[in-house]
């Protein structure tokens, strides 16, 4: 059935996302990732007042390399939900709306993530 004559329609290998469309995507995982992680937030705080022997199992978790590169995710999805948001909230104002105004923002807001996440992890 296949019709060589008619175009064929935009697919993801030929398809190049905008950055913006790319942010806005991301900006809903790191919500979710965000989400996720407050049942880390939780254990942590249960395990608080449980006593030390709790608490110790939280921290050698957090500790280890799985442990680690879960926390350092969840930092640098909570830099980037928060500039993303900043960026949002300036769209709120009517300001940013031009194609290149929006790029650009879009990628500050990416670089600004992995400043922050590892000035962040540096200064621990």
């Given amino acids: 059935m296949s019709n ?4 064929l329609s935009p697919h993801l290998s030929i398809y190049r996302w905008p950055i913006t469309m790319t942010l806005s995507i991301l900006h809903r995982v790191s919500g979710i990732a965000l989400s996720i992680g407050l049942l880390m937030f939780a ?3 249960v ?3 449980s ?3 709790a608490y110790q199992e939280v921290v050698s978790f957090a500790g280890s390399i799985p442990g680690r590169v879960m926390l350092i ?3 640098a999805a909570f830099f980037f939900h928060l500039a993303n948001g900043i960026r949002h909230l300036v769209w709120d104002l ?3 709306f031009e194609l290149k105004t929006a790029n650009a923002s879009a990628w500050f807001v990416l670089l600004l993530t992995v400043v922050l996440t590892a ?3 540096v200064a621990l």
Wanted: charged letters at 10%.
């Fill in 4 to 7: 060589p004559g008619r175009p």
């Fill in 43 to 45: 254990w942590w705080l």
């Fill in 47 to 49: 395990a608080a007042s």
């Fill in 51 to 53: 006593g030390d022997a």
């Fill in 73 to 75: 995710g969840w930092s």
């Fill in 94 to 96: 009517g300001y940013g």
């Fill in 119 to 121: 000035g962040y992890w």
